[in-house]
């Protein structure tokens, strides 16, 4: 198992790595605090939590393999050379179980606040239907080979995935809207510093390896930090450039019409 060559950067690499926890864990809480005390989820998309439910699962499955089972990790080593790191550290899968607890209570306010009319699209339950089935049909064709480090390259496939397509609902639905009202800013900048973070913690294992290994070796979080900065940039266009401190034009029962109306846009669709 490799080895620190300096210690600054060790250090640099911890705390960059509990910053980003921090911000990752903390951006939860300005949503979940929002519907608290409006007693209502109206305005956040319940296709984003859905999806970002199975998302976070997805990766703490793989990252809890990872960082615990040392079976998975000598076929980790094997693959890429004893003399690099484990990918995956301990923020890593502290971020994984809490974003999980976090989104759970997110879903269950979904089931008892004022929810407008909305409900979970059809094509969203389909997707996390073929998903889960997917991972199970991987799972029993593994099993005979016990190549787990393959499986759990497979759940963090399955991660990016749900990262790339869990913010498309909540965009559009702030499009249709033309306002951010219901979805929190504050989840949106603190999840957008947790990912340069991130970056900036896989960069500074990279440097001190003098490899680009832990990239390559850990590419569903890479991508992950990729996608979820692109995306709050989105969001933060959104909320401060197009829709600023804009009243909704569109009530939740009249956007529902509306997007019933429009084929085009079930695939989107929230309601």
Known sequence: M?????IPLEITYQVLGWTAF???TLCYYPQLISNFRRKSVVGLSFDFVILNLTKHASYLIHNASLYFSSAIQKQYYKKYGYGQMIPVAAN???????AVLVTSIIL??????ERGGQKVSKITIAIVSVVWLFAAVCFFIVLPSRSWLSLISIFNSIQVFMTVIKYIPQVFMNFVRKNT???????ILLDFCGGVTNLMQMAVQSIDQSSSVNFRGNMGKMLLCLVSITFDIIFMCQHFVLYPHKEPQVSPKSMEESIEAEPLVLSFDSQ
């Open 108 to 113: 269950l306010q979904i089931a008892i606040y």
């Open 92 to 98: 890593d899968v502290a971020f994984s179980i809490h």
């Open 181 to 187: 009202q219901g979805f929190s800013i504050g989840y």
């Open 2 to 6: 490799a080895s620190w060559n300096s």
């Open 22 to 24: 921090l911000s990752w």
